[in-house]
């Protein structure tokens, strides 16, 4: 069964063959639909012809959506070749490279517009021209998300705002169009190597915490994501809309990343090898003592909370700066659990 069979959908936001439109574009390919593909302006376009034909695209155009003319246009010109549409998938951003990075109160009147307008406001206008291209049978629209939209990651500043409206919109969007019996959702991926994900300063790290603290213990693939992006744009998910659907390995659900309990864990243990190895002498005399099991127990806190403050000093000098607020988690949870004993 083709889940996607007979039905015309708009993909916007190709790039290369590692961008997320792309990997969905293909996976509706391989379902059944009909595609046009957008690209932003003539530097893409060769590439993207190339990917185009690969899938037999029925036609690609050109749309830069800082320009409300190529908006235009192109709703114009979907109207001409298919007079309708069923899905639509919007898989653009844009923001500054040079303020994705350090803090975010350092970002500036004219990126934060730009940022905006092209991340948040550009899927406005795309659902506004496709109610009009929408028959009866009414639609799905999907718009692609990050966790830093919800919660603060290190570096994605003014992206997570654009993001935080975005999905704000999806529900805005969602009672707006639910009469017309289209549907809006977002997808909230994992972090994906690709260009714009390559833009936020320190990407590789954030990648490599994100595989290594998700319930998976992965980043999602290409696959994955664009499979889940065509559960909500085929009929499967008719009943859905207004959602934010993360497609994360699960990583969302996280509040205190399991590692961080084993380590504190595996070095108790290792201070009671290094006890029952006589390394380390209990500081008491078996008769002088009521309670050595009490004692063992807070000279084994002691000799912990210097090795922790040490560890810290040293990692203090060595880390690099957006590690900052990992190490505040570390911090703050070695405080609840002195406070908890
Ligand atoms: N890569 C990740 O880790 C990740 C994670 C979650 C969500 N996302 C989101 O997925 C979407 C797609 O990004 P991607 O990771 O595939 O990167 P990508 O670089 O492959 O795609 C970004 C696209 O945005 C387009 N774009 C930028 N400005 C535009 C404009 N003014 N007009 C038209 N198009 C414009 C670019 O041409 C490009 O095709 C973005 O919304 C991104 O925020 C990415």
Same mark, same amino acid.
């Given at each position: 069964? @083709?889940?996607?069979?007979?039905?015309?959908?708009?993909?916007?936001?190709? #790039?290369?063959?590692?961008?997320?439109?792309?990997?969905? #574009?293909?996976? #509706?390919?391989?379902?059944?639909?009909?595609?046009?593909?957008?690209?932003?302006?003539?530097?893409?376009?060769?590439?993207?012809?190339?990917?185009?034909?690969?899938?037999?695209?029925? /036609?690609?155009?050109?749309?830069?959506?800082?320009?409300?003319?190529?908006?235009?246009?192109?709703?114009?010109?979907?109207?001409?070749?298919?007079?309708?549409?069923?899905?639509?998938?919007?898989?653009?951003?844009?923001?500054?490279?040079?303020?994705?990075?350090?803090? *975010?109160?350092?970002?500036?009147?004219?990126?934060?517009?730009?940022?905006?307008?092209?991340?948040?406001?550009?899927?406005?206008?795309?659902?506004?021209?496709?109610?009009?291209?929408?028959?009866?049978?009414?639609?799905?629209?999907?718009?692609?998300? @990050?966790?830093?939209?919800?919660?603060?990651?290190?570096? *994605?500043?003014?992206?997570?705002?654009?993001?935080?409206?975005?999905? #704000?919109? +999806?529900? *805005?969007?969602?009672?707006?169009?639910?009469?017309?019996?289209?549907?809006?959702?977002?997808?909230?991926?994992?972090?994906?190597?690709?260009?714009?994900?390559?833009?936020?300063?320190?990407?590789?790290?954030?990648?490599?915490?994100?595989?290594?603290?998700?319930?998976?213990?992965?980043?999602?693939?290409?696959?994955?994501?664009?499979?889940?992006?065509?559960?909500?744009?085929?009929?499967?998910?008719?009943?859905?809309?207004?959602?934010?659907?993360? +497609?994360?390995?699960?990583?969302?659900?996280?509040?205190?990343?399991?590692?961080?309990?084993?380590? /504190?864990?595996?070095?108790?243990?290792?201070?009671?090898?290094?006890?029952?190895?006589?390394?380390?002498?209990?500081?008491?005399?078996?008769?002088?003592?009521?309670?050595?099991?009490?004692?063992?127990?807070?000279?084994?806190?002691?000799?912990?909370?210097? /090795?922790?403050?040490?560890?810290?000093?040293?990692?203090?000098?060595?880390?690099?700066?957006?590690?900052?607020?990992?190490?505040?988690?570390?911090?703050?949870?070695?405080?609840?659990?002195?406070?908890?004993?």
């Amino acid at each position: 069964m @083709y889940l996607l069979k007979g039905k015309k959908g708009l993909v916007m936001g190709v #790039a290369n063959e590692r961008s997320l439109a792309w990997g969905i #574009a293909n996976e #509706a390919f391989l379902q059944g639909a009909d595609l046009c593909l957008t690209y932003q302006n003539n530097i893409f376009k060769e590439r993207i012809l190339k990917l185009a034909n690969s899938i037999n695209c029925q /036609f690609t155009l050109e749309c830069d959506v800082e320009n409300k003319e190529d908006i235009n246009k192109l709703f114009l010109n979907l109207k001409k070749e298919w007079g309708k549409i069923d899905f639509i998938v919007h898989a653009l951003a844009f923001s500054d490279k040079n303020e994705l990075k350090g803090s *975010y109160f350092d970002t500036s009147k004219y990126n934060f517009r730009k940022t905006l307008l092209v991340s948040t406001f550009s899927f406005t206008e795309v659902c506004k021209g496709a109610k009009g291209l929408m028959s009866e049978d009414g639609g799905s629209i999907l718009t692609l998300t @990050y966790i830093g939209g919800e919660r603060t990651t290190p570096n *994605y500043n003014v992206m997570g705002i654009a993001k935080a409206a975005l999905e #704000a919109s +999806v529900r *805005y969007l969602s009672v707006d169009l639910g009469k017309n019996n289209i549907r809006v959702n977002s997808l909230s991926s994992g972090p994906m190597k690709t260009l714009a994900g390559s833009a936020i300063t320190g990407a590789r790290h954030i990648f490599k915490h994100s595989e290594k603290n998700s319930p998976m213990g992965k980043n999602p693939s290409l696959k994955q994501v664009s499979t889940s992006a065509v559960y909500l744009l085929s009929d499967l998910s008719s009943g859905v809309t207004g959602e934010n659907h993360f +497609v994360d390995g699960g990583y969302n659900i996280v509040a205190i990343p399991k590692e961080y309990i084993n380590l /504190f864990l595996n070095l108790f243990q290792f201070f009671d090898q290094l006890f029952s190895w006589k390394v380390l002498p209990f500081p008491y005399h078996q008769n002088l003592s009521l309670l050595p099991e009490l004692h063992h127990l807070l000279y084994k806190y002691q000799l912990f909370f210097l /090795f922790f403050h040490f560890g810290v000093q040293i990692y203090e000098q060595a880390r690099p700066s957006h590690l900052k607020s990992l190490q505040m988690r570390q911090n703050q949870l070695f405080s609840q659990l002195c406070l908890c004993k």
